[in-house]
């Protein structure tokens, strides 16, 4: 492997060592190998009886073919949803519902204008590759795609076609053009509103830092994207959605608590309850926007700024399952680059390889492990700006 280095934009910067090279390699080795094997094998998207397998990127398009045929209010429907969804992968037995907001119907209805298997490889791919490449411009050097392919997180989400690489990409592309090209920042938080509740913080970090343009341009956008999907598919739609909320927040039990990466599913894995979990949730999401208020009313580099708020929107997220953690390399990227230009801090690329080694033994253990490793990056990033301040 060549030893990099960091780009000019960002400085001279320290060469990568060695031992974080053959890492970041042997992750992106072992991503290859598995999905190379699991299609092999017939346990990734085809069977080895030559059937579709049931995934998550099956509601997707089972709800974008609701949409355009006039049911988009239906998709919202567990009972109808699951009949188009058997209608792809056959006998569908788990409890898969259509979460989003209508907006996202826009593009599901997009995707299902494709057949099943192409519009699958059509959706990941191409959102990988937007993924690839912001994580590139947040590094400011080619070596960022090798780092952001071996990203543990990459296998979950690709497997079953899940939104991660987009939402990455958004919350991603947003923090690199948030100083210099605010408008494209602020169309990409509008386009985040998909899944609003990855973007609580925002708002806050935006005001008090003075980015009103940015503010504005997000709120336009948000706003625009409801009204196109609520005249193309009718405020039945919204209406089915917002009854629905409770199911896309887990909050009836129905969820393995195992897979849940946030604090309120860490209650519930344990036997909490559903109040004891949530009112721990919302003190956490309330301690993360006032830590994002503080930092980014402060002086620190904006690399600390950004990766602050990319891991704290993680914390404060309500719902978030393993596949989402890919958003996580958009904070650890930022850590990477400030490492390379200025110096890495005493253990902070060992707290980040334990940040993905965490990622990649959730499949042997099946418990928050992914919500560690936030709390790991969250803790290189508190240490970033408590010596920084």
Known sequence: MATYEISPLHGSGAKLSRPVELFCFALLVVNVVFLATSWVQGSWLIGADGTAIFNDFVTIWAAGKMALAGHAAQAYDWTQLKSVDESIVGSVSGYLVWPYPPTFLLAAAALALLPYVTAFFVWVFGTFIV???IIRAVI??????????????????????????????????ALVFMDTQPIWAGLLLGLLTYKPHLGLLFPIALAVSGRWRVFFTAGIVAALLAAVSWAVFGSE???AFASGISHSLVSDGSADWGKMQTVSGLIRAFGGGDTLAWSVQIGVTAIAAAAIAVVWRSSVAYEIKAAALGVAALLAAPHLL???????????AFLFRLGRAHGFQQYELAGMGLACLLIFV????????????VVVTAALVANRALRAA
């Open 362 to 373: 959730f499949p042997f253990v099946e418990a928050p492990v992914g919500l560690a490793a």
């Open 322 to 332: 393993t596949y989402d953690l890919v958003i996580l390399a958009v904070p650890l």
């Open 140 to 173: 400011g050097d080619r070596v960022g795609y090798f780092l952001a392919a071996g990203f543990p997180a990459v296998i979950a989400n690709a497997l079953v076609g899940q939104t991660a690489f987009l939402s990455a990409a958004l919350i991603g592309g």
């Open 131 to 133: 993924y690839l490449a």
């Open 237 to 239: 739609s919204w209406v």
